[in-house]
C-alpha cells in the first residue's frame, strides 16, 4: 500500500524555480506532494491510489494569480448576483490561488467587519481555489474618512493604520492602493506612507496601482519609490504599463529604473497581463472632482447641464495630477463590457454609440451612468504591444490577469492570461522559455506574498497542481466571447483534491482563504 492517495505518472515537471523540466513522478498524500523517480508506479499503486498516465503533459505547480478582483465571487454566485461561469474562469485556466483586494479596494472593512468575516463568508459556500486577499486603502479612507475630497486627519490616519494592522495580522498579504480612482486619489503621499510603514512592519509589501499610468507614469513611479523607500515596505507596481498614446514605448525608461533599483538592493517587482487592452469602471474616465462625495453626488452633478460642461473641459483640458484616460486616447478607444440596463450598449465604443445617437459623448455617458446607477464596466484599449511583450520579459514581473468577473462582456483576460501566457506568448513567439513563464505564475508571485510552500513542486508543498498540454496550450477567450475557457488544460488539482479534470470542475471545492 503506497499512502498515496494520487500519482501522476509520466510527465514533465516544472518545479517552479525556472530549472529546466525533468521527468519525474508527482504523488499526493494528506494535501501534500512527494516528486519521486520515473516509472517508481509502473502499473499499480495500491487499491486506495488514483494512478493518473500523465505522459507527454507538464507538471506545474497551480497558478498563482498575483492580481484580481475575484474578492466575493463565490459569494456573489451563491446569491444568484454572478454568473457561476465568471467564478471558475480562473481555475479552469490552472489558477489554484487568487491574489485579491487590489487597486485599493477590498471587501473589507465595509462589506465585512475584517479578513476573518471574509473567510467565514467563503468557507459556507466553498471555493475551488484558493483566495489570499490586499488590504484595499481606498476602503479603509472610504470606511474612516468617507469619500470627501479632502486630506486625512492625523486621527484618521491612526485609525486607518490601526485597522490596517488588525487585518494584516489577521493574515491580509499586503497593502495596496489605486491612486486613479476615488477616495484613494484623494490621499497625499505622506498618508500613504504612513500606513505603508504598517506593511513594512509586519513584513508585507505595498502594492500599487500607479496615479498615472499614461503620460505622467514615470513621476507616478517615483512616487510609489519614494513611499516603499521612506516607509521601508518591498514594492509591488500593479499591472505595469505605460498606456495612452503619449507614453506608448516608454516601458524602456520604467523598466531600466526598476531594474537599477533592483540593483542598488530595493525589494521591487511588477505584474502584468498579456492584452494591449484593460478594464475599469466607466465612472474612472471622470476627474476626481466629479466623485467628491461619493456616488449619489456623482450623479446629481451629471444631471446638471453646467457640470457636464465642465466634465467635457477637464477631459479636453486636463486637469492637474489625473490621469486623463480618455485625453490620453479619445472615446474611440473606449467600449462598454457591462451595463446590464443597455445590454445592445455591450461591445462598442462610446464614440460609435454616440455617433449612433446622435449626441455629444459626454452626454452619451452621463446618462448611461444615470441609467445604470454609476455602474459601467469598460474595455480601454490603450496599449502598445512591443510594450507588452517589454514587461512580459523583464525577469521581475509575474503574471496576473487583473480579472475582474463581472456580468456582460468582461475582459476576457480573466478566463485567458495564463493560457495566453503559456501558447501564445511563450510557445507561438518564443518570447519566453517555458520554465521562466512558470516561474513568473507560481514562485515568483508566492515569494512576493509569501505563501510558503506553494507555488513550488517539491517534496512536502502543498498539493496544489496544474498539468497541462504544452503542444497544445491555449487561451479561447476573445473580447466578442470573453468566457470561452481554454485548451489544453488537462488536470487542475488543489490541496491534493481534483478540481478540473480533462477540462471540466468536478464540483469538488477544498480551497479556503489563506492566511499569511
Known amino acids: 500500500m503506497s499512502g498515496f492517495s494520487l500519482v501522476l505518472r509520466g510527465g514533465l515537471v516544472a518545479d517552479g524555480t525556472g530549472a529546466p523540466l525533468v521527468p519525474a513522478d508527482v504523488a499526493v498524500s494528506r494535501g501534500r506532494v512527494t516528486v519521486l523517480p520515473p516509472g517508481t508506479f509502473p502499473h499499480d499503486a495500491g487499491p486506495f491510489t488514483e494512478l493518473?498516465?500523465?505522459?507527454?503533459?507538464?507538471?506545474?505547480?497551480?497558478?498563482?494569480?498575483?492580481?484580481?478582483?475575484?474578492?466575493?465571487?463565490s459569494i456573489d454566485a451563491a446569491e444568484g448576483l454572478l454568473d457561476e461561469a465568471q467564478v471558475y474562469a480562473s481555475v479552469l485556466q490552472g489558477v489554484t490561488t487568487e491574489i485579491?483586494?487590489?487597486?485599493?479596494?477590498?471587501?473589507?472593512?465595509?462589506?465585512?467587519?475584517?479578513?476573518?468575516?471574509?473567510?467565514?463568508?467563503?468557507?459556507?459556500?466553498?471555493?475551488?481555489?484558493?483566495?489570499?486577499?490586499?488590504?484595499?486603502?481606498?476602503?479603509?479612507?472610504?470606511?474612516v474618512v468617507g469619500e470627501e475630497a479632502r486630506a486625512a486627519r492625523a486621527a484618521e490616519i491612526a485609525w486607518m493604520a490601526e485597522a490596517l494592522d488588525e487585518a494584516l495580522t489577521a493574515g491580509a498579504v499586503g497593502f495596496s492602493t489605486g491612486l486613479?480612482?476615488?477616495?484613494?486619489?484623494?490621499?497625499?503621499?505622506?498618508?500613504?506612507?504612513?500606513?505603508?510603514?504598517?506593511?513594512?512592519?509586519?513584513?508585507?509589501p505595498y502594492v500599487t496601482h500607479l496615479r498615472d499610468e499614461m503620460s505622467g507614469v514615470e513621476g507616478a513611479l517615483e512616487e510609489a519609490v519614494a513611499i516603499a523607500r521612506d516607509s521601508g515596505a518591498a514594492l509591488h507596481v500593479s499591472h505595469h504599463k505605460t498606456a495612452g498614446k503619449y507614453a506608448w514605448g516608454r516601458t524602456e525608461v520604467t523598466l531600466a529604473r526598476?531594474?537599477?533599483?533592483?540593483?542598488?538592493?530595493?525589494?521591487?517587482?511588477?505584474?502584468?497581463?498579456?492584452?494591449?487592452?484593460?478594464?475599469?469602471?466607466?465612472?474612472a474616465m471622470l476627474p476626481p472632482w466629479a466623485h467628491d462625495g461619493g456616488k449619489d453626488q456623482l450623479l446629481k452633478r451629471?444631471?446638471?447641464?453646467?457640470?457636464?460642461?465642465?466634465?467635457?473641459?477637464?477631459?479636453?483640458?486636463?486637469?492637474?495630477?489625473?490621469?486623463?484616460?480618455?485625453?490620453?486616447?479619445?472615446?474611440?478607444?473606449?467600449?462598454?463590457?457591462?451595463?446590464?440596463?443597455?445590454?445592445?450598449?455591450?461591445?462598442?465604443?462610446?464614440a460609435e454609440l454616440a455617433a449612433a445617437a446622435g449626441t455629444d459623448a459626454l452626454d452619451l455617458v452621463a446618462d448611461l451612468l444615470l441609467g445604470e446607477d454609476g455602474d459601467v464596466t469598460i474595455i480601454s484599449h490603450s496599449?502598445?504591444?512591443?510594450?507588452?511583450?517589454?514587461?512580459?520579459?523583464?525577469?521581475?514581473?509575474?503574471i496576473g490577469s487583473d480579472g475582474?468577473?463581472?456580468?456582460?462582456?468582461?475582459?476576457?483576460?480573466?478566463?485567458?492570461?495564463?493560457?495566453?501566457?503559456?501558447?501564445?506568448?511563450?510557445?507561438?513567439?518564443?518570447?519566453?522559455?517555458?520554465?521562466?513563464?512558470i516561474r513568473k505564475m507560481t514562485t515568483a508571485p508566492a515569494t512576493r506574498f509569501n505563501l510558503p510552500h506553494r507555488g513550488t513542486l517539491r517534496t512536502g508543498a502543498h498539493a496544489d497542481i496544474t498539468v497541462f498540454d504544452p503542444a497544445h496550450v491555449a487561451d479561447r477567450a476573445t473580447f466578442a466571447e470573453p468566457r470561452r475557457t481554454p485548451e489544453g488544460v488537462h488536470l487542475v488539482i488543489v490541496d491534493g483534491t481534483i478540481v478540473?479534470?480533462?477540462?471540466?470542475?468536478?464540483?469538488a471545492r477544498p480551497g479556503q482563504v489563506l492566511r499569511c
Open 500 to 507: 478540473v479534470r480533462d477540462g471540466a470542475l468536478t464540483g
Open 100 to 143: 485579491a483586494g487590489n487597486c485599493g479596494h477590498s471587501a473589507f472593512p465595509g462589506r465585512y467587519a475584517g479578513f476573518d468575516a471574509l473567510g467565514r463568508a467563503h468557507s459556507v459556500v466553498g471555493r475551488a481555489n484558493h483566495l489570499a486577499s490586499l488590504v484595499g486603502h481606498g476602503t479603509l479612507r472610504a470606511a
Open 52 to 73: 493518473i498516465d500523465v505522459s507527454g503533459l507538464v507538471v506545474a505547480p497551480g497558478f498563482i494569480d498575483a492580481h484580481t478582483h475575484s474578492d466575493t465571487a
Open 383 to 398: 496599449m502598445r504591444e512591443d510594450d507588452v511583450q517589454r514587461v512580459l520579459t523583464a525577469p521581475f514581473t509575474m
Open 258 to 283: 526598476l531594474a537599477a533599483l533592483r540593483e542598488s538592493g530595493m525589494d521591487v517587482t511588477c505584474d502584468v497581463y498579456p492584452y494591449t487592452a484593460g478594464s475599469t469602471a466607466l465612472a
Open 180 to 204: 486613479i480612482y476615488t477616495p484613494g486619489s484623494y490621499a497625499d503621499t505622506a498618508e500613504i506612507t504612513a500606513l505603508a510603514a504598517v506593511a513594512a512592519r509586519h513584513g508585507k
Open 302 to 350: 451629471l444631471r446638471d447641464p453646467a457640470q457636464r460642461d465642465s466634465l467635457r473641459k477637464a477631459i479636453a483640458e486636463g486637469v492637474p495630477g489625473w490621469e486623463n484616460t480618455v485625453g490620453n486616447g479619445g472615446w474611440d478607444r473606449i467600449a462598454v463590457a457591462g451595463a446590464p440596463h443597455h445590454p445592445t450598449y455591450q461591445g462598442h465604443t462610446i
Open 404 to 437: 475582474v468577473p463581472t456580468p456582460g462582456l468582461p475582459h476576457p483576460r480573466w478566463a485567458g492570461t495564463f493560457t495566453r501566457v503559456l501558447g501564445h506568448y511563450t510557445r507561438d513567439l518564443n518570447l519566453l522559455p517555458l520554465p521562466e513563464a
